[in-house]
């Protein structure tokens, strides 16, 4: 058990030294009280009264009772200044961005599918002429399991859901004639063994290219969360060293790549893995606060760690709890920055994010419906205030997005952006009852959440035990029930079922040999051309740097420079650290 003073404390005390100015005065709210149980008692219905509050059941939702009708008593002690303020000013309730999207639209950001390098290509220009405005690199299930196209393992793998990457050479391919000193490149590294070497890939392309590294813009994911936790793989790290390479990953690409998100907490992949909202946001946030700790501890500032942190979420179909947590997380992190950490620079406190619309809440049948909930997921996001934005297409119930279905995805973004106008006013919800109420009352639970992981010693020590497993297992498992029982209540599978309906075009992603043949030919002739005494040295000083404390990816830069390869890196990752086995949850 951590002694340390939890979060939830620092706040509490940091809140009570802070005079409050509600912003309803005590005769109106008496006045408003009075009204109310007049109304409630002479118009409501009795059935109504007694179900006043009612639990919502949602896939991936958080279960909030909610009230038949909000009023100004719901939020009688609001603060406007300290509770929700202006857009771009603290507590950044309203947006990061004084003018948000008028300034800049939010980036549009599809995934691509799958293909060999040549085809990603080909896919990325065509979604550059199409109008996205930032490029994400979809991995396939060989490259993220970071194994080699010619391994065993990878045997029916390759260019299986994204694109194969074994060398420095793929991302040469991938990027061919692409300005990627002018558009945002995201690298879905996932964890952050992938991430320490995809990376030096792509920024020793960039090198061979001329292009400076302070010029890349771009993000990885870099979540030991992913790997140690959403992961399903024959070999892991422990924990506490994959925290590590994560913080080593941080500590460089500060340095270097000043311009790069160098990591985007992942609350996604988390939420689909099997939770809820509120306990998503409470894990990034306490990886978060993991982070900014180690920095300090490696001689950093808070501001010059917190500058380029990114957060990832998941957006599901509670649509107006979605809005409340994107405003509630976006002023808890700047309270976590200011008070917890002393932040004074306005950057170091902001919570950025990208937002994917949910995967996990598409369903098979009646695929078309996916359409709609993806273009609700998106539209919540907007009207949250997000940075950046995919929206799922049709057919990601089977599979990722095939080149059929790309358009609708980018169009849908671009409707939201262009025809319904919501973009004009910086966060139009704010102020309502109901809004406010549940931007509260989201911000109190991620809070409670991260209290319970912080008391138990922190997150590395949550994944170690086995805590966040079981989390995940027993709140899936219970999902699940639900659905199958139809208190989860999903159109077109288990309510409104319509019989005999055909399904709309599916490509899903499939294996190709020719595809893992290509690869593994380049391969060959990368092995055989490169210096193999060097990329044996380069190995061999990434294993030691593991082992005696040095930051790893300056080596696997080296390596990369080298050409050695993502299989040859893992292994080297492996023999320093050993494996780890995740514990095995009831």
Known sequence: MSKEKTTKQILEESSKK?????LYNPEAIKDIKNGFDKWKKGMVRPQDNANWS????????????KNMIYTPLDVEDIDYIEDIGFSGDEPYTRGVHTNMYRGKSFTMRPLPGAGSPTEMNKRYKFLIDQGATGLAVALDLATVQMFDSDEPESNGQVGVVGVPIDCVEDMEVIFKDIPIDKISVSIVTHFPRNTA????????????????????????????IMESVVRGACEYIPPRDDFRVQC?????????????????LNGY????????????MAVAIANGIEIIKDMIKRGHDADWAGQRVAFFWSFGNDFFEEIASLRA??????????????????????MRCHIQTSGITLTREEPLNNIIRAAFHGLSAVLGGTQSLHVDTYDEAFSVPSERTLMPSVRTQQIIEAETQITQVVDPLAGSFYIEALTNEVEKRILGELEDIEKMGGLVEAVDTGWLHSKVASYIQREHRMIEDAKIKVVGRNIYQAADMELPPIEPSIFRESVQRDMKEKLARIRQKRDNKKV??????LVDACKTGKNVMQYTVECARADATEGEMRRAFTKAFGSWKPPIYA
């Not at 919502?56 to 009772?65: A, L, R």
Request: aromatic share 12%; charged share 30%.
């Open 18 to 22: 802070k005079k409050r100015t509600p």
């Open 54 to 65: 009612m639990t919502p059941y949602t896939i991936m939702g958080s279960e909030i009772d």
């Open 197 to 224: 070497i995809l990376l030096p890939m792509y920024l020793v392309m960039a090198e061979r290219r001329g292009i400076p590294w302070d010029k890349l813009i771009g993000s990885v994911q870099n979540d030991f």
């Open 248 to 264: 080593d990953n941080i500590e460089y690409i500060r340095k270097e790549v000043p311009k790069w998100n160098y990591i985007t």
């Open 269 to 280: 992949n988390l939420r689909e893995e099997g939770t809820s909202g509120i306990t998503s």
């Open 329 to 350: 997380i976006r002023r808890l992190w700047y309270k976590v920055m200011k008070y917890r950490f002393g932040a004074k620079d306005p950057r170091s406190m902001w």
């Open 536 to 541: 044996e040295k380069c190995l061999n000083d």
